[in-house]
């Protein structure tokens, strides 16, 4: 076990040895993003990744090191593969125990300063996690972030209980859309209409039923996502 700076210098070199700086701008033309990136694929980043994060020599030994380690990859980030290291990082399997409450105010930092798509809707998957961890605490928690300014904090509470199928809590469901049917902002919006179309495949009736009572207020783009699949 280590303290993170040999996971981090592995990573690091690893993603670098697949750099591609043909492809990198293609990607960020792709992503309109700032940060540059390396050129590694996805599929690429992974199979780089995986072995690494997996490898007992080199597994962080306490919490302050995984959350420090991942807040300097992400923070001290050169490409924008390096951030999707941290994310890969936070998910992984090995730290299952550790992506509690406690970790949120770092997924609030990683959704507040990544300010995408590609890292919100990653991240997204951590929230969700913890929202059935302490769905009291964490409910609290979303219906705030619903209120926030911030669209992406907004965008992570909508999209909280994407994946929990019948174990969606739909008065957190209502609660965290209500207060951004007005926005105008395409990413609002989307999340809306995904949000109500994932908990379609369990619950249609529900959906179509919240639909109708808010179809006044909810934009075309969210009520035709909803209704997809119904």
Do not use: C
């Amino acid at each position: 076990m280590t303290d993170g700076s040999e996971l981090l210098e592995a990573m690091r070199t690893a993603l670098r040895s697949g750099a591609n700086p043909e492809r990198a701008i293609g990607q960020q033309r792709y992503m309109k993003s700032e940060m540059p990136f390396l050129g590694v694929t996805s599929p690429q980043r992974r199979a780089l990744l995986a072995p690494l994060l997996a490898d007992p020599a080199l597994r962080i030994d306490s919490r302050s090191a995984w959350e420090r380690s991942i807040r300097e990859l992400w923070d001290g980030a050169e490409f924008r593969e390096d951030r999707y290291a941290a994310l890969a990082l936070l998910r992984h399997r090995t730290y299952r125990s550790w992506r509690d409450p406690d970790v949120m105010p770092l997924v609030e930092h990683i959704v507040v300063t990544g300010a995408w798509w590609d890292y919100v809707d990653e991240v997204g998957n951590v929230v969700g996690e913890v929202v059935l961890l302490d769905p009291e605490g964490e409910g609290r928690r979303m219906r705030a972030w619903s209120e926030r300014e911030d669209l992406w904090l907004r965008r992570s509470a909508i999209l909280s209980q994407l994946r929990h199928g019948d174990r969606t809590d739909t008065s957190l469901l209502e609660d965290v859309i209500e207060p951004n049917l007005d926005d105008r902002e395409f990413f609002i919006r989307k999340a809306i209409g995904w949000a109500l179309r994932q908990y379609a495949r369990t619950d249609p009736q529900w959906v179509r039923t919240f639909v109708a009572e808010h179809g006044e207020r909810l934009s075309a783009l969210s009520r035709r996502e909803a209704l997809k699949h119904l």
